[in-house]
């Protein structure tokens, strides 16, 4: 069965910290990875996208990596903003269209 | 500013209702596509289209319809037969369906039952 699972579920840092989120798959056959920030009542917003070929991907303060033998992706976020604060979900696609959408991570940013 | 809007941003349906989600883009995408967001879980695909008068079913399409009149255009309907229609509906757009590149998406409908 396809699946994306993230860790943790949630995960609260004081600004300027770095953090690291999981993203484990079993998504076969694999065609790409994306990370999406989603802030609270608003649609996702694509970070990254990285396919079978890549091992990371930044975007400013923002670093995918993608090991595809391990089928696992994390997303590491570099001297957190209150802005920061925000869902990120791991998104997979398969070798045709079909995407599959992990649970998401709720990232809390304190001052 | 290229993007998605979605309409309205919250809709109320009382029982035995049916209530019409919109969404328009100015993309230019041939793609379109319609999710469900439950708390704790993965948005979910109900309808996707790939070109004009065409659409797919997707994962949850019971109880949903569409239609793909415009290229710009694409709603959905929830129907009386969604009998726990509360969530947050999701539209995405992309260039096509099996392009690398990523999901548009607007900024969302959250449905309730009156």
């Known amino acids: 069965k396809n699946q994306v699972e993230q860790s943790p579920q949630s995960l609260i840092i004081l600004e300027g910290k770095n953090c690291t989120l999981q993203?484990?798959?079993?998504?076969?056959?694999?065609?790409?990875l994306r990370w999406y920030k989603q802030d609270t009542g608003r649609g996702p917003v694509s970070l990254t996208i990285?396919?079978?070929?890549?091992n990371t991907k930044s975007n400013g303060r923002y670093t995918a990596t993608l090991d595809a033998d391990t089928k696992q992706s994390s997303l590491h976020i570099t001297a957190s903003q209150l802005s920061d604060s925000a869902s990120y979900i791991c998104?997979?696609?398969?070798?045709?269209?079909?995407?599959?959408f992990g649970a998401g991570t709720r990232l809390f940013v304190k001052a | 500013d290229g993007g998605i809007t979605q309409s309205p941003k919250y809709l109320f349906r009382k029982e035995g209702q049916n209530v019409t989600l919109s969404c328009e883009q100015n993309?230019?995408?041939?793609?379109m596509y319609w999710y469900r967001q439950d708390p704790g879980q993965g948005l979910r695909l109900i309808y996707y289209?790939?070109?004009?008068?065409?659409?797919q079913k997707g994962d949850i399409a019971e109880g949903y319809s569409v239609s793909r009149e415009k290229k710009e255009s694409f709603p959905l309907t929830v129907t009386s037969a969604q009998k726990n229609p509360t969530a947050f509906y999701l539209c995405?757009?992309?260039?096509?369906?099996?392009?690398?590149?990523?999901?548009?998406f607007g900024d969302g409908t959250r449905l309730s039952i009156l």
């Open positions: 993309l230019n995408h041939d793609a």
């Open positions: 289209s790939q070109i004009v008068n065409d659409f």
């Open positions: 998104v997979v696609t398969t070798g045709g269209f079909k995407t599959i």
């Open positions: 993203c484990n798959y079993t998504v076969s056959p694999f065609s790409n």
């Open positions: 990285m396919t079978f070929s890549e």
């Open positions: 995405a757009s992309s260039i096509d369906l099996y392009s690398n590149q990523p999901q548009h």
